[in-house]
């Protein structure tokens, strides 16, 4: 009978012991509950009546649905800073453009003059013979290299000179994408997002950023082929402003249809800028013949390629279409269309009263009512 007793105060023992267990592991479960969301109520003081608290139970189900926000709209960010940036860079940009016009043109006269009275002057041709003879082999070498580039140089056109400054700083811009440390920096100041904090500086920087290799060749080829037409209808230093407001430009149409949209994803590239001068190339001469790249057999007006890209890009912003930013193309088409055909006339005039002002402060003394007072008083050559 001992064995017995044993027995059965060991039964009595274990069943004491998962009662226990069954009591400890249910007072955890609050716990659980605070750590993945489930609130307890808290408990309300005591009063001097010695009344019962009364908790509120809280199912896990409500307690979780309580603890979920709902999510946050996006407020339509302001155009406002952005829509005076592009104003008041345009109007820098051609008033800049048009005293850098005056001051060529007056280097220009200086260097003729000089180029007379050096004229007068020459030296025996002996001199310059017993001075390369004293030169070494590396030294000729380097020279000749240097000549060699600087007749390249020379039989390039205004405009692929200008242009070639800018590919330039392109593929610059290119080669800091591909350093890790410049990431965000690249990201907040060489692309163009409405909903970003910094959003002015990046309408100008942004033009001059790629991050593919292929879409820069494409842009700058464009660039290069039709540079030398519009750097002789606008000077290199208009089409400097041209390009530069285009950018500005095609970014703030941009700006505005994705706000519009609510479609708010940065965008970079020089597209803009260069469907603004492939549309001003275009509406000078419409007549030209244009080629295709993979077709050059077939040939294309000027006019009839910018009606397809305009149609193009009209048609992808309609439908949404991801793949460019149809938005800024549009803007810099209609931008370079507007520029040929009314603005540059109509910012030449806008120009004359601040070319006079310059040119009095540059020549004190003198005034505007002498004549021959310096070259662009009347306002800077006009399109070429």
């Not at 390249?152 to 590919?167: A, N, R």
């Not at 004549?371 to 306002?379: A, E, I, R, T």
């Amino acid at each position: 009978m001992a064995w017995r007793g044993c027995v059965l105060k060991w039964v009595n023992t274990e069943l004491i012991r998962s009662t226990n267990t069954t009591l400890r592991s249910s007072r955890e479960i609050p716990h659980y509950q605070q750590r993945y969301g489930f609130r307890q109520e808290a408990k309300r003081p005591d009063t001097k009546k010695g009344n019962v608290v009364q908790k509120t139970k809280v199912s896990p189900s409500e307690a979780g649905t309580q603890s979920l926000p709902p999510p946050p709209k996006v407020p339509r960010p302001s155009l406002f800073k952005p829509l005076m940036f592009t104003v008041g860079f345009t109007g820098c940009s051609f008033g800049a453009a048009a005293i850098l016009q005056y001051e060529t043109l007056r280097s220009l006269v200086r260097t003729a003059q000089d180029e007379e009275k050096s004229e007068k002057f020459s030296q025996d041709m002996t001199y310059w013979h017993d001075w390369w003879n004293k030169l070494s082999g590396f030294q000729r070498q380097l020279i000749l290299l240097v000549s060699m580039v600087d007749d390249f140089w020379s039989s390039l056109s205004k405009g692929q000179k200008t242009v070639t400054g800018i590919i330039a700083l392109n593929a610059v811009v290119l080669c800091c994408w591909r350093i890790p440390v410049m990431q965000r920096s690249m990201v907040k100041y060489f692309t163009s997002n409405p909903a970003a904090k910094t959003r002015c500086l990046p309408m100008v920087l942004s033009t001059f950023s790629h991050y593919s290799i292929f879409h820069m060749a494409a842009n700058m080829s464009v660039l290069w082929i039709f540079s030398s037409q519009i750097v002789a209808i606008l000077g290199w230093e208009q089409f400097l402003a041209f390009y530069l407001s285009a950018g500005v430009i095609s970014n703030m149409v941009s700006y505005t249809c994705k706000t519009a949209t609510r479609s708010l994803h940065p965008s970079l590239g020089a597209s803009g800028a260069v469907m603004a001068v492939l549309a001003a190339v275009c509406t000078n001469v419409p007549e030209a013949k244009l080629g295709i790249i993979l077709l050059p057999m077939v040939a294309v007006t000027a006019g009839n390629v910018l009606k397809a890209l305009i149609a193009m890009d009209t048609a992808g912003l309609v439908l949404g279409w991801r793949m460019f930013d149809h938005a800024a193309h549009l803007g810099g088409a209609l931008f370079g269309v507007w520029y040929v055909t009314y603005g540059h006339k109509l910012i030449c005039r806008k120009q004359k009263p601040l070319v006079k002002l310059w040119h009095e402060a540059r020549s004190p003394g003198a005034g505007g009512s002498r004549s021959g007072g310096g070259p662009g008083v009347n306002g800077g050559p006009g399109p070429k």
